[in-house]
């Protein structure tokens, strides 16, 4: 269980789904735009004339003094856009998906790679708290009015420019609702209700009909699409809450759902050639059946056994087996490690605890060799102090992977120093997956790796100081909120 002691012709996407992904549009408050755009191809949305202006030059009009960039469904990302938009600030939205140019860019621009960024007069302001800081102490409009440069950094810029070059004209891709599945699949799938207990894998309401399916990493990508834009879609728009019961009801959760029974024939032995493709793969199939379970028949039950039944129940039918997400976590993304809500972990003996393949298990053969403690800055449980869903695709693994854990360290690792005795908190996450980051001195090395924030990094460098060593700071592990991130 994540989290639980205490989310050819028969491609049913269209082929630039798979591309490099970048949308850029302009948005002023009081006018949203009137339809959704797909985010996987390069759009230009200018303002219509009826969206108000702060400046009478048709140049500035084109040209938004403040830029956001963006990925879909996270969370932070809504926040710095709706505190804009609430304060009446017009904004350029850089909305990125897997666009390396874009995001390589922007971290030799800035030095970081996590989302929001915000932008104003060819500088970065910060993040989401950033903005809020500036509306409320008066700073952002005062920079802004005093802004004489594009928002957006000139070498972040040409990049921007040079994909609108490329792929000019384009005004957005048919919407997931209006995608199809291949004729054999949409004739097997017609009428037959979706799964609506835990008694059975998600994605057996139906047998897959076509043979050979197509290779795990091709299904688990345009999975990954369709999922992500469902969560992205149905995102409140402070980003802190998801309609899940209004996702259900989308005719894109129902095509989704009867995509993924193709997971049933996939040949997961082609994934052990690379590691990157079995990690993405996982974690994405990881993140889907959250949502999915989520969406079509409930959050966990409140307190930590309905969450451990939960967690064991909820299950995919893949490549012949059947794998619930305890056995994704553990079994596969963490080695076949034992979980740590396990009884002999939680008396802390977990080197005596079963392993979660036993050694007659045949899905074995499909763990990872060894743990990449980042993953738990990846998986998403539905709860709010999870990390906000992502996609992984192989070839950006490693910055995936990077972005979440600077994203996650920047917001839940804080040191307090005091006269007397100095503190480091962290997220319970630590203390549960401890044995995953290693020792102490490894644990704080990583943080000093992954933690975004100079001055923090900084400071955690003299806690380790005035200790005389890392094995000798005081941590404390912060509370964790279970509270599902559903509307009500």
């Known amino acids: 269980m994540h989290r639980a002691v205490a989310l050819t012709p028969r491609s049913f996407l269209p082929t630039n789904t798979l591309s490099r992904s970048l949308v850029i549009r ?42 956001v960039v963006t990925t879909q469904g996270c969370p932070y990302c809504r926040q710095a856009k709706a505190d804009l938009s609430a304060a009446g600030i017009p904004y350029a939205e850089i909305l990125i998906t897997d666009q390396l140019d874009v995001l390589n860019e922007i971290k030799k621009a800035t030095g970081q790679s996590t989302v929001p960024q915000i932008f104003v007069d060819g500088g970065l302001i910060g993040g989401a708290s950033d903005v809020k800081t500036g509306l409320e102490n008066g700073s952002l409009k005062q920079l802004i009015q005093a802004s004489t440069r594009p928002a957006l950094p000139t070498a972040i810029q040409n990049v921007v420019s040079a994909l609108g070059s490329k792929e000019k004209g384009a005004e957005g891709s048919a919407s997931t609702a209006e995608l199809v599945l291949p004729s054999a699949a949409a004739k097997a799938s017609a009428g037959i209700p979706i799964v609506s207990s835990l008694s059975r894998p998600l994605n057996s309401h139906y047998q897959w009909p076509i043979s050979p399916a197509r290779s795990a990493i091709t299904v688990s990508a345009q999975l990954r699409q369709i999922i992500l834009n469902l969560y992205d879609t149905h995102m409140t728009p402070d980003g802190k809450k998801v309609n899940y019961k209004a ?3 989308d005719p894109a959760f129902r095509l989704y759902v009867d995509a993924a029974a193709e997971l049933q024939k996939v040949d997961l032995a082609s994934l052990s050639t690379r590691r990157e493709e079995a990690m993405a793969f996982w974690i994405n199939v990881y ?109 950006r693994l490693e910055a995936g992977l990077a972005a979440a854990a600077a994203a996650f360290c920047g917001s839940d690792v804080v040191v307090e120093q005091h006269s007397m005795r100095s503190i480091v908190k962290l997220s319970s996450i630590f203390k549960w997956y401890g044995k995953d980051f290693g020792t102490k001195t490894q644990l704080f090395q990583f943080l000093g790796e992954n933690v975004p924030d100079e001055e923090v990094k900084n400071k955690l460098k003299e806690v380790i100081k005035a200790a005389g060593g890392a094995e000798n700071v005081a941590v404390e592990f912060l509370p964790y909120d279970w509270t599902v991130n559903a509307v009500e």
């Open 26 to 67: 302009l948005t002023r408050p009081r006018f949203p735009l009137s339809r959704r755009v797909s985010p996987p191809l390069l759009t230009f949305l200018a303002p219509t004339t009826a969206m108000a202006t702060t400046s009478s030059s048709s140049s500035q009009q084109q040209q938004p003094s403040v830029a």
């Open 247 to 249: 996702m259900s009801r």
């Open 287 to 395: 993140n889907a059946m959250v949502v999915h379970a989520t969406a079509a028949i409930g959050p966990a039950d409140g307190g930590t056994f309905g969450r451990l039944r939960w967690y064991d129940s909820v299950s995919y039918s893949i490549g012949g087996f059947k794998f619930n997400l305890n056995d994704v976590e553990h079994g596969i993304l963490r080695a076949n490690a034992p979980s740590p809500a396990n009884i002999l972990s939680l008396l802390g003996a977990s080197k005596w605890a079963p392993k979660t393949f036993g050694a007659n298990d045949q899905r074995k053969q499909f763990s990872l060799t060894t743990v990449d403690p980042r993953i738990h800055f990846a998986l998403n449980c539905g709860a709010t102090s999870c990390p906000p869903i992502r996609v992984y695709t192989p070839e």
